[in-house]
T-cell receptor, first 109, second 117 residues
C-alpha cells in the first residue's frame, strides 16, 4: 500500500464552484500533514498545514480525520488562478516526507 | 522570497555529458537536503537524502554512481548527473527543512528541467 494516496483527477470546475480533494495515508502514527500547490513546471509551494482541529485560510479549508486516516482540502468560490496541482504531503518521521501523486484542478471561466 | 535557491532552472545537454545542479538554503542552515525527481504527470519521487559532511543516502533503485551528491557546506548541496542519457530527462527539485514554531516546514528550490538530447 502506498504511503499516501490521492485521486489524480483531473477536476474541471466552473468559476465560483466549491471543490474538495481527499488524500489517505497509511501510517497511523503520522503527525504532520500539509497541502502543497504546484503550478506547471514550477516547484511545490506550501499552501497550508493541516491541524487536528482543522484550519481555514480564506477560501481554503483543511481537515484531518485521524480515525479514517485522511486529510481533505476544500476550496470555495474557485478562481481561475486556483488552477494547479494540489499535493498532499504526510510527514510521519522527522526527515521523511511522503507525497501524493497530486490532484489536478482546472477552473473554467 | 525564496528560502531555497536552485540553479540552473533548465539545462539541455548532450548524451554522455555530466550536469551539475546546485541547491542553496538562503537564510538558514540545512544539515540535510533532499533531492527529488518528477516525471510528467507523476508525483515527486525522493532520490536521495544529502547529509552535510557525510555520504548521501540513496533510495532504492537510484544509482549512487550516476547521481553524485555532495553536501560540502551547511547551505549548499549539489547533484551531478553523470553520463546523462535521454531517460534522465526530468524535473529535478531539491528541498530543505526548516524548523518553525509550528513544526518542520519543507521549502523547495525552483526546480531544474533537464533535457538530454
Amino acid at each position: 500500500r502506498k504511503e499516501v494516496e490521492q485521486d489524480p483527477g483531473p477536476f474541471n470546475v466552473p468559476e465560483g464552484a466549491t471543490v474538495a480533494f481527499n488524500c489517505t495515508y497509511s501510517n497511523s502514527a503520522s503527525q504532520s500533514f500539509f497541502w502543497y500547490r504546484q503550478d506547471c513546471r514550477k516547484e511545490p509551494k506550501l499552501l497550508m498545514s493541516v491541524y487536528s482541529s482543522g484550519n481555514e485560510d480564506g477560501r481554503f479549508t483543511a481537515q484531518l480525520n485521524r480515525a479514517s486516516q485522511y486529510i481533505s482540502l476544500l476550496i470555495r468560490d474557485s478562481k481561475l488562478s486556483d488552477s494547479a496541482t494540489y499535493l498532499c504531503v504526510v510527514n510521519p518521521f522527522e526527515d521523511q516526507f511522503y507525497f501524493g501523486t497530486g490532484t489536478s484542478l482546472t477552473v473554467i471561466p | 522570497g525564496a528560502v531555497v535557491s536552485q540553479h540552473p532552472s533548465w539545462v539541455i545537454c548532450k548524451s554522455g555529458t555530466s550536469v551539475k545542479i546546485e541547491c542553496r538554503s538562503l537564510d538558514f542552515q540545512a544539515t540535510t537536503m533532499f533531492w527529488y525527481r518528477q516525471f510528467p504527470k507523476q508525483s515527486l519521487m525522493l532520490m536521495a537524502t544529502s547529509n552535510e559532511g557525510s555520504k548521501a543516502t540513496y533510495e532504492q533503485g537510484v544509482e549512487k554512481d550516476k547521481f553524485l551528491i555532495n553536501h560540502a557546506s551547511l547551505t549548499l548541496s549539489t547533484l551531478t548527473v553523470t553520463s546523462a542519457h535521454p531517460e534522465d530527462s526530468s524535473f529535478y527539485i531539491c528541498s530543505a527543512r526548516r524548523q518553525g514554531f509550528l513544526g518542520t516546514e519543507a521549502f523547495f528550490g525552483q526546480g531544474t528541467r533537464l533535457t538530454v538530447v
